[in-house]
Protein backbone atom coordinates (compact mmCIF):
# COMPACT_ATOMS: atom_id res chain seq x y z
CA UNK A 1 0.00 0.00 0.00
CA UNK A 2 1.49 3.36 -1.18
CA UNK A 3 2.00 6.42 1.16
CA UNK A 4 -1.35 8.66 -0.63
CA UNK A 5 -3.36 5.56 -0.17
CA UNK A 6 -2.09 5.43 4.04
CA UNK A 7 -2.99 8.85 3.93
CA UNK A 8 -6.65 8.47 2.75
CA UNK A 9 -7.07 5.58 5.09
CA UNK A 10 -6.05 7.97 7.96
CA UNK A 11 -8.48 10.64 6.82
CA UNK A 12 -11.67 9.26 7.18
CA UNK A 13 -13.23 12.33 5.64
CA UNK A 14 -11.11 12.91 3.00
CA UNK A 15 -12.48 9.34 1.54
CA UNK A 16 -16.32 11.27 1.46
CA UNK A 17 -15.07 14.95 0.08
CA UNK A 18 -12.43 13.65 -2.59
CA UNK A 19 -14.50 13.54 -6.09
CA UNK A 20 -13.90 10.43 -8.00
CA UNK A 21 -11.65 9.74 -10.85
CA UNK A 22 -14.31 9.96 -13.75
CA UNK A 23 -16.22 12.84 -12.24
CA UNK A 24 -12.88 14.50 -11.89
CA UNK A 25 -12.02 14.18 -15.56
CA UNK A 26 -15.62 15.74 -17.13
CA UNK A 27 -15.03 18.32 -14.33
CA UNK A 28 -11.86 19.38 -15.40
CA UNK A 29 -12.92 18.55 -19.11
CA UNK A 30 -15.88 21.22 -18.68
CA UNK A 31 -13.36 23.99 -17.44
CA UNK A 32 -10.75 23.72 -20.28
CA UNK A 33 -13.89 24.21 -22.51
CA UNK A 34 -13.89 20.93 -24.29
CA UNK A 35 -16.98 20.33 -26.00
CA UNK A 36 -19.08 17.13 -24.74
CA UNK A 37 -20.66 14.56 -27.41
CA UNK A 38 -24.51 15.03 -28.32
CA UNK A 39 -25.40 12.44 -26.52
CA UNK A 40 -23.78 13.48 -23.09
CA UNK A 41 -26.08 16.60 -22.84
CA UNK A 42 -28.38 16.92 -20.66
CA UNK A 43 -32.01 18.07 -22.34
CA UNK A 44 -34.97 19.68 -20.40
CA UNK A 45 -38.09 18.14 -20.96
CA UNK A 46 -40.66 19.74 -22.15
CA UNK A 47 -44.09 19.49 -19.61
CA UNK A 48 -47.20 18.73 -20.54
CA UNK A 49 -49.08 21.86 -19.26
CA UNK A 50 -46.72 23.85 -21.56
CA UNK A 51 -49.35 23.01 -24.39
CA UNK A 52 -52.24 24.40 -22.40
CA UNK A 53 -50.56 27.43 -22.26
CA UNK A 54 -49.64 27.74 -26.12
CA UNK A 55 -53.08 27.13 -26.81
CA UNK A 56 -54.30 29.77 -23.76
CA UNK A 57 -51.59 31.87 -25.85
CA UNK A 58 -53.84 31.27 -29.18
CA UNK A 59 -57.11 31.53 -28.12
CA UNK A 60 -55.94 35.02 -26.36
CA UNK A 61 -54.40 36.31 -30.01
CA UNK A 62 -57.22 35.35 -32.00
CA UNK A 63 -59.63 37.16 -29.20
CA UNK A 64 -57.13 40.21 -29.76
CA UNK A 65 -57.57 40.28 -33.42
CA UNK A 66 -61.65 39.48 -33.45
CA UNK A 67 -62.35 42.37 -30.97
CA UNK A 68 -60.04 44.50 -31.06
CA UNK A 69 -58.34 44.58 -34.68
CA UNK A 70 -61.44 43.83 -36.68
CA UNK A 71 -64.09 45.49 -34.55
CA UNK A 72 -65.23 48.23 -36.41
CA UNK A 73 -66.32 50.41 -33.65
CA UNK A 74 -62.61 51.35 -32.58
CA UNK A 75 -62.91 54.01 -35.03
CA UNK A 76 -59.02 53.09 -36.01
CA UNK A 77 -59.36 55.92 -38.43
CA UNK A 78 -60.43 58.56 -35.96
CA UNK A 79 -57.54 57.23 -33.47
CA UNK A 80 -55.02 57.52 -36.48
CA UNK A 81 -56.05 61.20 -36.53
CA UNK A 82 -56.17 62.39 -33.56
CA UNK A 83 -52.89 60.62 -32.26
CA UNK A 84 -50.43 64.08 -34.08
CA UNK A 85 -53.13 66.24 -33.23
CA UNK A 86 -51.45 69.06 -31.93
CA UNK A 87 -54.49 69.82 -28.93
CA UNK A 88 -53.30 66.50 -28.22
CA UNK A 89 -49.82 66.61 -28.24
CA UNK A 90 -49.63 69.69 -26.22
CA UNK A 91 -51.58 68.22 -23.42
CA UNK A 92 -48.75 65.81 -23.74
CA UNK A 93 -46.08 67.97 -23.53
CA UNK A 94 -47.56 69.70 -20.03
CA UNK A 95 -48.42 65.94 -18.76
CA UNK A 96 -44.89 65.41 -19.31
CA UNK A 97 -43.87 68.93 -17.44
CA UNK A 98 -46.00 67.96 -14.31
CA UNK A 99 -44.42 64.52 -14.10
CA UNK A 100 -40.51 65.84 -14.38
CA UNK A 101 -41.46 69.00 -11.94
CA UNK A 102 -43.61 66.51 -9.44
CA UNK A 103 -40.95 63.80 -9.06
CA UNK A 104 -38.20 65.78 -9.04
CA UNK A 105 -40.35 67.74 -5.70
CA UNK A 106 -41.15 64.59 -4.34
CA UNK A 107 -37.95 62.84 -4.71
CA UNK A 108 -36.27 65.32 -2.69
CA UNK A 109 -39.36 65.43 0.08
CA UNK A 110 -38.84 61.47 -0.16
CA UNK A 111 -34.97 61.71 0.88
CA UNK A 112 -35.55 64.24 3.24
CA UNK A 113 -38.43 62.30 4.97
CA UNK A 114 -36.38 59.36 5.01
CA UNK A 115 -33.42 61.03 6.29
CA UNK A 116 -36.13 62.13 9.23
CA UNK A 117 -37.17 58.48 9.39
CA UNK A 118 -33.74 57.35 10.39
CA UNK A 119 -32.60 60.08 12.44
CA UNK A 120 -31.39 59.57 16.15
CA UNK A 121 -34.04 62.55 16.89
CA UNK A 122 -37.13 61.26 18.29
CA UNK A 123 -38.72 64.98 17.14
CA UNK A 124 -37.44 63.96 13.55
CA UNK A 125 -38.39 60.58 13.57
CA UNK A 126 -42.15 61.79 14.73
CA UNK A 127 -42.66 64.30 12.09
CA UNK A 128 -41.30 61.81 9.09
CA UNK A 129 -43.67 58.81 10.80
CA UNK A 130 -46.49 61.48 10.77
CA UNK A 131 -46.06 62.74 7.29
CA UNK A 132 -45.79 59.24 5.75
CA UNK A 133 -49.07 58.43 7.69
CA UNK A 134 -51.27 61.44 6.63
CA UNK A 135 -49.72 60.71 3.02
CA UNK A 136 -50.70 56.90 3.08
CA UNK A 137 -54.04 58.10 4.80
CA UNK A 138 -55.23 60.58 2.23
CA UNK A 139 -56.41 59.91 -1.18
CA UNK A 140 -54.46 62.25 -4.19
CA UNK A 141 -57.80 63.35 -5.32
CA UNK A 142 -59.00 64.88 -2.37
CA UNK A 143 -55.31 66.19 -1.77
CA UNK A 144 -55.20 67.88 -5.17
CA UNK A 145 -58.60 69.70 -4.09
CA UNK A 146 -57.74 70.78 -0.65
CA UNK A 147 -54.88 71.96 -2.28
CA UNK A 148 -56.37 73.84 -4.51
CA UNK A 149 -59.12 75.49 -2.30
CA UNK A 150 -56.33 76.24 0.42
CA UNK A 151 -57.58 80.16 0.23
CA UNK A 152 -60.53 78.93 1.18
CA UNK A 153 -58.89 78.23 4.59
CA UNK A 154 -55.99 80.38 4.52
CA UNK A 155 -56.19 83.59 2.51
CA UNK A 156 -53.38 84.85 3.28
CA UNK A 157 -49.38 83.11 3.84
CA UNK A 158 -47.61 85.19 6.01
CA UNK A 159 -44.57 84.93 9.21
CA UNK A 160 -44.83 87.17 11.34
CA UNK A 161 -42.10 88.69 13.96
CA UNK A 162 -43.18 88.73 17.62
CA UNK A 163 -42.96 92.14 19.14
CA UNK A 164 -42.09 94.44 16.01
CA UNK A 165 -45.96 94.08 14.97
CA UNK A 166 -44.58 93.21 11.19
CA UNK A 167 -44.76 90.55 8.96
CA UNK A 168 -41.39 89.37 7.49
CA UNK A 169 -43.24 87.87 4.36
CA UNK A 170 -47.31 88.66 3.45
CA UNK A 171 -48.57 86.97 0.42
CA UNK A 172 -52.09 86.52 -0.78
CA UNK A 173 -52.35 82.50 -0.97
CA UNK A 174 -54.18 82.92 -4.93
CA UNK A 175 -51.14 84.52 -5.85
CA UNK A 176 -49.21 81.28 -4.89
CA UNK A 177 -51.47 78.03 -5.49
CA UNK A 178 -52.75 78.13 -9.63
CA UNK A 179 -53.83 74.78 -11.14
CA UNK A 180 -50.21 74.40 -11.76
CA UNK A 181 -48.82 74.79 -8.40
CA UNK A 182 -51.33 72.96 -6.80
CA UNK A 183 -51.06 70.11 -9.14
CA UNK A 184 -47.10 70.32 -8.57
CA UNK A 185 -46.94 70.32 -4.90
CA UNK A 186 -50.07 68.22 -4.16
CA UNK A 187 -48.57 65.24 -6.52
CA UNK A 188 -45.24 66.11 -4.94
CA UNK A 189 -46.07 65.52 -1.19
CA UNK A 190 -48.10 61.99 -2.68
CA UNK A 191 -44.71 60.71 -4.26
CA UNK A 192 -42.56 62.29 -1.26
CA UNK A 193 -44.35 60.02 0.96
CA UNK A 194 -43.69 56.54 -0.28
CA UNK A 195 -40.74 57.33 -1.68
CA UNK A 196 -39.63 58.04 1.98
CA UNK A 197 -40.23 54.81 2.72
CA UNK A 198 -38.62 53.08 -0.06
CA UNK A 199 -35.36 54.95 0.24
CA UNK A 200 -35.34 54.12 4.29
CA UNK A 201 -35.87 50.08 3.70
CA UNK A 202 -32.77 50.40 0.96
CA UNK A 203 -30.51 51.76 3.24
CA UNK A 204 -31.95 49.92 6.06
CA UNK A 205 -31.52 46.43 3.89
CA UNK A 206 -27.61 47.11 4.08
CA UNK A 207 -25.37 45.56 6.96
CA UNK A 208 -25.06 48.02 9.64
CA UNK A 209 -21.69 46.48 10.65
CA UNK A 210 -20.33 48.07 7.18
CA UNK A 211 -21.10 51.16 8.62
CA UNK A 212 -19.56 50.69 11.97
CA UNK A 213 -16.63 49.17 10.04
CA UNK A 214 -16.62 52.54 7.87
CA UNK A 215 -16.31 54.54 11.73
CA UNK A 216 -13.79 52.57 12.70
CA UNK A 217 -11.48 53.60 9.94
CA UNK A 218 -12.22 56.96 10.28
CA UNK A 219 -14.40 57.62 7.70
CA UNK A 220 -17.02 60.42 7.68
CA UNK A 221 -20.88 59.71 7.17
CA UNK A 222 -21.13 61.09 4.08
CA UNK A 223 -18.43 58.95 2.70
CA UNK A 224 -19.86 56.14 4.42
CA UNK A 225 -23.19 57.23 2.54
CA UNK A 226 -21.82 57.60 -0.58
CA UNK A 227 -19.05 55.07 -1.27
CA UNK A 228 -20.52 52.32 0.68
CA UNK A 229 -24.43 51.79 1.69
CA UNK A 230 -25.69 53.76 -1.81
CA UNK A 231 -23.95 51.79 -4.03
CA UNK A 232 -25.52 48.78 -2.48
CA UNK A 233 -28.81 50.43 -1.40
CA UNK A 234 -29.50 51.66 -5.14
CA UNK A 235 -30.04 48.06 -6.47
CA UNK A 236 -32.61 47.56 -4.12
CA UNK A 237 -33.76 50.91 -4.56
CA UNK A 238 -34.35 51.31 -8.09
CA UNK A 239 -37.17 48.72 -9.18
CA UNK A 240 -40.38 49.94 -6.57
CA UNK A 241 -39.19 53.74 -7.06
CA UNK A 242 -39.01 53.05 -10.98
CA UNK A 243 -42.52 51.85 -10.31
CA UNK A 244 -43.75 54.68 -8.37
CA UNK A 245 -41.95 56.98 -10.81
CA UNK A 246 -44.65 55.24 -13.11
CA UNK A 247 -47.60 55.83 -11.52
CA UNK A 248 -46.37 59.44 -11.32
CA UNK A 249 -46.87 59.53 -14.69
CA UNK A 250 -50.16 58.01 -14.93
CA UNK A 251 -51.29 59.74 -11.65
CA UNK A 252 -51.07 63.27 -14.15
CA UNK A 253 -54.12 62.56 -14.71
CA UNK A 254 -56.22 62.83 -11.50
CA UNK A 255 -55.37 66.94 -12.20
CA UNK A 256 -58.22 67.20 -14.52
CA UNK A 257 -60.58 67.70 -11.44
CA UNK A 258 -58.74 71.15 -10.75
CA UNK A 259 -59.16 72.28 -14.62
CA UNK A 260 -55.69 71.69 -15.35
CA UNK A 261 -55.11 70.90 -18.67
CA UNK A 262 -52.87 67.84 -19.60
CA UNK A 263 -53.56 64.65 -21.83
CA UNK A 264 -56.40 63.40 -20.45
CA UNK A 265 -58.33 66.87 -19.83
CA UNK A 266 -57.72 67.30 -23.49
CA UNK A 267 -59.13 64.55 -25.14
CA UNK A 268 -62.04 64.97 -22.55
CA UNK A 269 -62.09 68.39 -23.72
CA UNK A 270 -62.14 67.40 -27.31
CA UNK A 271 -64.71 64.38 -27.49
CA UNK A 272 -67.26 66.80 -25.83
CA UNK A 273 -67.56 68.94 -28.94
CA UNK A 274 -67.59 66.08 -31.28
CA UNK A 275 -68.65 62.96 -29.21
CA UNK A 276 -65.96 60.05 -30.48
CA UNK A 277 -65.46 59.04 -26.37
CA UNK A 278 -64.12 55.61 -27.42
CA UNK A 279 -61.28 56.83 -29.91
CA UNK A 280 -60.25 59.42 -28.41
CA UNK A 281 -59.86 57.99 -24.78
CA UNK A 282 -58.04 54.94 -27.09
CA UNK A 283 -55.77 58.07 -28.30
CA UNK A 284 -54.97 59.30 -24.12
CA UNK A 285 -54.21 54.90 -23.45
CA UNK A 286 -52.04 54.44 -26.41
CA UNK A 287 -49.80 57.67 -25.45
CA UNK A 288 -50.18 56.42 -21.88
CA UNK A 289 -48.87 52.76 -22.72
CA UNK A 290 -46.18 54.11 -25.39
CA UNK A 291 -44.50 55.98 -22.60
CA UNK A 292 -44.89 53.57 -19.96
CA UNK A 293 -43.08 51.08 -21.95
CA UNK A 294 -39.83 53.55 -22.29
CA UNK A 295 -39.86 54.26 -18.55
CA UNK A 296 -39.94 50.37 -18.12
CA UNK A 297 -36.91 49.73 -20.93
CA UNK A 298 -34.93 52.54 -18.62
CA UNK A 299 -35.71 51.24 -15.29
CA UNK A 300 -33.96 47.85 -17.01
CA UNK A 301 -31.26 49.69 -18.39
CA UNK A 302 -30.74 50.79 -14.93
CA UNK A 303 -31.10 47.63 -13.12
CA UNK A 304 -28.82 45.79 -15.38
CA UNK A 305 -25.90 48.74 -14.97
CA UNK A 306 -26.24 48.66 -11.38
CA UNK A 307 -25.63 44.57 -11.20
CA UNK A 308 -22.95 43.94 -12.80
CA UNK A 309 -20.43 42.32 -10.83
CA UNK A 310 -23.30 40.90 -8.30
CA UNK A 311 -23.77 37.41 -8.39
CA UNK A 312 -27.57 36.43 -8.71
Given amino acids: MDIEARKDMQDP ?3 FTETPPGRRHKSEAHRSGEQQPAGARIHARPKKSDWFWYAMLFVVAVLFVELVVDNQRWQWDIVAHYLFNKRVLKGLGNTLILTVLSSALGLCFGVVIAACRMADNAVLRAAGYVYIWIIRATPPL ?12 IPRIYLPLPL ?9 TNQIISRFSAAVIGLAMY ?8 FRGGVSAVDRGQREACKAIGMSDF ?8 PQAVRIIIPPLANELITMFKNTSLVTV ?4 ELLTTVQLIYATNFETIPLLTV ?6 ALTSLAMAAQSLLERHFRKGVRT
Wanted: aromatic share 20%; proline share 0%; net charge negative.
Fill in 13 to 15: AAF
Fill in 142 to 153: AMLLFLFFLSAL
Fill in 164 to 172: LHANLFDVD
Fill in 191 to 198: LGGYSAEI
Fill in 223 to 230: RTMWHVVM
Fill in 258 to 261: IGYV
Fill in 284 to 289: ACIWYL
